[in-house]
């Protein structure tokens, strides 16, 4: 009689214990809904796995290739020097990859090209621009942070460059700004000439190497957190060289993306410019155009910017 | 959408801790990559063993948790139609395990239990994606005294609107209590 009892009980307190916390599907209904008091609906199948996006997908393929950069840093540090093919070549992929997210210039690029007639070799040269800055500033601020931090610069840098975002990004928006002043200029320029006797030929704006070395300066000049670890992680490793080394062939690898980009943007300008050029709207299309460029640079620079801010509560 | 490209890779798991007055905060375990993990232990490790002592914990909080304070440290708590704001993060510890940085600490989100049901959504997240946030809340679990009933399951937080910043995959942990 007592054994059953034990028993019992043993059972009651397992019932109990398992009853209070429980693993189990309940009805939540949408999230402004008053509390629902419905009894517990039976298990259902989770609902459909999310489909994941572009972005998620580059990320993943970032995380899986600093993993396999970390262990070639590390293969080589212990002498087995032909790790350093697999090293250069994940690099590149790295940059290519890593320049595909938001935040490294892209839509400035396409922005400027779009605003103005350009050659191929300026968009060429705009890419580039924006990804050497990008790069350089990185290596730069990090060795001078390193030089007074030695090992302890990682936290200095992050200062340092969020507050060179803060700065970029203003200056973007400033730009496109510009840009839009200028379209608009323009426009009422050719406005006042169309109704006095002799109105030439409404010529869209062609790009400049000025403007070209400023959009790229005010750009590129944040520095890539990316690299700056990578860059680090070498040479708390004692590597200097390879640290270097990676840093430039990382350049190479976003390069061909931002590149790619400004010579896409370059050909749908001039394609736009062919289609339009025999058109009475030759000159609207030319100005709505130039203005649609400054207008995707200022809203670039507005989203990286209210980006800092995102996620707080 | 424009935001910060990752620049940091973190996995994550939690556990929902209740005590006996309801729902207390989540208890939030961080493994960093090794690339990170190296430039935040160098930055710490004053006396170089490789091991991060409790006197040189606090400047890991400082430099990891420091600049997402005013982000709920990515803990993302919503009752009814707001997300809460934390009350702070209490137990903090830091290791290295494996060349990997590990944080310990809960976020407190204290919510007192009734005796009808209080509904909770919880996600794990960076919106700006600057830390790739990997959150298994497949296999988040709950700390509760006996005398608190608690359901608690785990989805993707497809069609609740608060959360429609935040990327398609980020799962969500769905949790009811009373008393």
């Not at chain 1, 621009?129 to 090992?151: P, Q």
């Not at chain 1, 406005?191 to 869209?204: C, G, I, R, Y």
């Not at chain 1, 350049?251 to 058109?279: E, L, P, Q, W, Y």
Request: charged letters at 15%; a positive charge.
């Amino acid at each position: 009689m007592k054994k059953a009892l034990v028993i019992l009980l043993v059972l009651l307190v397992a019932v109990a214990a398992n009853a209070a916390v429980k693993k189990k599907r309940f009805d939540v209904g949408t999230v402004s809904d008053t509390v629902t008091t419905t009894v517990e609906t039976p298990v259902v199948a989770p609902s459909e796995a999310p489909k994941s996006n572009f972005l998620s997908v580059i990320s993943e393929a970032q995380k899986t290739l600093r993993e396999k950069l970390t262990s070639a840093i590390a293969a080589m540090k212990s002498g087995e020097w032909g790790a350093i093919w697999k090293f250069l070549f994940i690099c590149l992929v790295y940059g290519m990859l890593h320049a595909l997210g938001p935040g490294h210039g892209k839509s400035i690029v396409v922005g400027y090209f779009i605003a103005r007639r350009g050659r191929w070799r300026q968009g060429v040269a705009l890419g580039a621009g924006i990804t050497v800055t990008h790069t350089l500033s990185a290596v730069l601020l990090l060795f001078i942070l390193y030089a007074i931090f030695k090992a302890t610069v990682f936290p200095a840098f992050e200062t340092g460059r969020m507050g060179i975002e803060k700065a970029s990004y203003i200056l973007i928006m400033l730009t496109g700004l510009l840009l839009v002043a200028i379209a608009i200029h323009d426009f009422w320029k050719q406005h006042k000439n169309a109704n006095s006797a002799e109105s030439p030929e409404s010529l869209p704006r062609t790009a400049h190497w000025r403007e070209i070395i400023g959009v790229a300066a005010i750009t590129g000049i944040v520095p890539c957190p990316a690299v700056a670890l990578i860059v680090l992680f070498c040479l708390l490793n004692s590597m200097v060289a390879l640290a270097l080394l990676g840093a430039f062939v990382i350049c190479i690898g976003m390069t061909i993306t931002n590149v790619a980009f400004g010579i896409a943007a370059v050909a749908f300008r001039k394609g736009i410019d062919f289609g339009g050029r025999r058109s009475r709207f030759a000159s609207i299309i030319y100005n709505a155009v130039t203005l649609a460029g400054g207008l995707l640079i200022f809203t670039s620079g507005l989203l990286l910017f209210g980006n800092l801010f995102a996620g707080r509560v | 959408m424009a935001g910060a490209h990752p620049h940091v890779f973190a996995d994550v798991t939690t556990i929902a801790v209740f005590d006996n007055s309801g729902f207390v905060g989540l208890k939030n375990h961080w493994v960093f990559d090794e690339m990170y993990s190296a430039a935040i232990l160098a930055s710490a490790d004053q006396d170089n063993d490789g091991k991060i002592s409790e006197k040189e914990a606090p400047s890991i909080k400082d430099a990891v948790l420091g600049p997402i304070a005013a982000s709920n440290y990515y803990n993302y708590v919503v009752v009814g139609t707001e997300f809460l704001a934390t009350r702070g993060v209490q137990n903090f510890k830091a290791s290295m395990k494996n060349g990997k940085l590990t944080l310990d600490f809960i976020v407190s989100f204290p919510i007192p239990a009734k005796n009808d049901y209080t509904m909770v959504t919880v996600a794990v997240s960076d919106p700006t994606n600057y830390i790739q946030i990997t959150a298994d809340m497949e296999n988040a679990d709950v700390e509760a005294p006996d005398e608190m009933d608690v359901d608690f399951f785990s989805d993707n937080l497809k069609g609740l609107t608060l959360f429609r910043a935040f990327r398609s995959e980020v799962q969500g942990l769905y949790l009811r209590f009373k008393k």
